[in-house]
C-alpha cells in the first residue's frame, strides 16, 4: 500500500501514465484514495506537461526520479535566491539562506509529499531577480502553468504598465495550452471545464492537515465543519 507521504505524487503519476500506454500504476487502494486518486487531476491541461516524461516509469522509479526533479529544483532555488538577495554574498550568506530554506517546515512537508510548490518558489526567485525586464513574461507564463495562481503575481507589471511583459507572458501561455493540446487531445480540455474534477471532491479533504492550500488552512484556522 502506499503510505500517505507518496498520494499526491501517486494523483501525478496516474494521470501521466496512460500517456506513456503504461499497465496502471496502483494494484491497492492506499490511504485518500477517494480524495485524491478517485478525483482525478486537479490542475488545468498544460499542467499535465511536467508530470508526462515520469509515465513511462513504474510508480516506485517514477517516484524516485521525481523527488530527484524536486532535489534539483531545490537547490536551484537557493542557488538562485543567494544570487538575487546576496549578489556580492559567499559561502556564507549561500548557507543561511540554505538554512532558511531547509529549516522551514513546508520545504519538508512538500519533498515528502512530491508537490510542485519547489517549481514555483523557482520561478518567484528568478522573477523577482528579473522582474524589470521584459523577458520576465516567460517566467509568468512557466509559474501559471504549474498552477493558475500565480497570476496574482501579473499584478505587478499590471499596475507597472509593463505591456510588452504582459504579452510575453499571454504568448507563453498561448504556446503551453497549444503544445497540451497537440499532446493530449481535445478531449482533456473539455472535461476540466465541462466535468472539473475539483467538483468530485469529497468536503473533508478541505480539511484534513495534509492539505497546505490556503482555502485548507482558512477552513482550520477557523474550525470549519465539513
Known amino acids: 500500500l502506499l503510505e500517505r507521504r507518496q498520494i499526491d505524487f501517486a494523483r501525478l503519476h496516474r494521470t501521466a501514465e496512460p500517456l506513456q500506454h503504461a ?74 539562506v540554505a538554512a532558511l530554506v531547509l529549516l522551514f517546515h513546508p520545504t519538508d512537508t512538500t519533498f515528502v509529499f512530491g508537490q510542485t510548490t519547489f517549481l514555483l518558489l523557482l520561478a518567484l526567485a528568478i522573477l523577482w531577480g528579473k522582474r524589470d525586464r521584459t523577458s520576465s513574461g516567460v517566467v509568468f507564463a512557466a509559474g501559471m502553468i504549474v498552477k493558475p495562481m500565480f497570476a496574482f503575481f501579473l499584478a505587478y507589471p499590471f499596475f507597472r504598465r509593463e505591456w510588452r511583459t504582459i504579452g510575453v507572458c499571454v504568448g ?26 475539483v467538483k468530485h471532491a469529497p468536503p473533508e479533504l478541505y480539511v484534513v492537515n495534509e492539505n497546505q492550500s490556503l482555502l485548507a488552512t482558512l477552513l482550520r484556522l477557523f474550525r470549519y465543519d465539513v
Open 172 to 197: 507563453g501561455l498561448a504556446v503551453g495550452v497549444a503544445l497540451a493540446f497537440v499532446t493530449f487531445g481535445s478531449e482533456v480540455f473539455i472535461t476540466y471545464f465541462t466535468d472539473n474534477p
Open 23 to 96: 499497465t496502471p500504476p496502483l494494484s491497492a487502494r492506499p490511504v485518500f484514495t477517494p480524495e485524491i486518486l478517485d478525483v482525478g487531476f486537479y490542475h488545468p491541461p498544460p499542467t499535465m506537461l511536467f508530470v508526462a516524461p515520469f509515465g513511462g516509469l513504474d510508480l516506485r522509479d517514477a517516484s524516485i526520479a521525481w523527488h530527484l526533479f524536486l532535489s534539483a529544483t531545490l537547490m536551484a532555488c537557493i542557488v538562485t535566491l543567494w544570487r538575487v538577495f546576496f549578489p556580492r554574498g559567499g559561502v556564507l550568506e549561500l548557507g543561511v
